[in-house]
């Protein structure tokens, strides 16, 4: 699959003109924690986002590297806070249940220093 995944990699980046070094495992880590810790969809549209957020920062393979562990920590967060919530049968995870497509309200941003309010 590596294999398949390197050529993929290398047309799509030739044919949208990206001269960047992929870190596919890095993307892939990033989007399985998205599918498993908040709902299978969100790994795409987190990966994506990362993408998206690094184009904005400037670009490059620190953009990247940034973004996705920014967007990790905040799948993590996402995924501890639900293992928490109550189901219906009132114990933490409910097995069974379909995980809340939102957090509960609490801001589960990441807290950065460098981040400035708007």
């Not at 924690?33 to 990966?47: C, D, E, I, K, Q």
Request: charge should be neutral; avoid cysteine.
């Amino acid at each position: 699959m590596e294999r398949v995944l390197a050529e993929w990699t290398a047309v799509v980046k030739a044919d949208l003109g990206i001269d960047l070094e992929v870190d596919r495992s890095l993307l892939l880590s990033l989007a399985g924690n998205a599918a498993h810790g908040v709902a299978r969809p969100a790994a795409p549209l987190t990966t994506f986002l990362v993408g998206y957020a690094a184009g904005r920062a400037g670009g490059g393979p620190d953009a990247v590297a940034a973004a996705a562990r920014r967007a990790a920590e905040l799948a993590a967060r996402w995924a501890a806070e639900q293992d928490h919530r109550p189901s219906a049968a009132g114990t933490p995870g409910g097995a069974g249940q379909d995980r809340p497509t939102r957090p509960s309200g609490r801001d589960l941003r990441p807290q950065h220093s460098d981040d400035t309010a708007s």
